[in-house]
């Protein structure tokens, strides 16, 4: 499986954990977060491996060797993607190679 393969898994998986967590009284706040989970993830997929943002995971060790063992993201990728509302996918892609530069070393 690619990188962009396995950060588009992870995203789906985190839309589709968003999906179950829809009520009545979260204001839409989940539905949104999964719709742009999901929207993500699709868009992940085709990125190029030499993307920025994937180089930055690799970086970040989010990617077992040569992209084994699918993406484990850090605790600051995790936080991005948890609460993740709304956005283009660019944007939460942005958002969390932001978070990795900004993380401590």
Do not use: H
């Not at 077992?64 to 484990?72: H, I, K, L, Q, S």
Request: net charge negative; glycine share 8%.
């Amino acid at each position: 499986m690619s990188r962009s393969e396995s950060l588009a898994e992870y995203l789906r998986d985190q839309g589709r954990w968003k999906l179950d967590r829809v009520e009545a009284r979260d204001g839409g706040r989940n539905a949104r977060s999964a719709l742009a989970l999901l929207d993500a993830a699709v868009y992940t997929r085709a990125l190029e491996e030499d993307d920025p943002v994937l180089l930055a995971l690799v970086e970040a060790g989010c990617f077992g060797p040569y992209g084994r063992d699918g993406f484990r993201p850090t605790s600051e990728v995790a936080m991005v993607v948890r609460f993740w509302e709304a956005g283009e996918p660019r944007q939460l892609l942005a958002s969390i190679r932001f978070a990795l530069q900004e993380a401590p070393a």
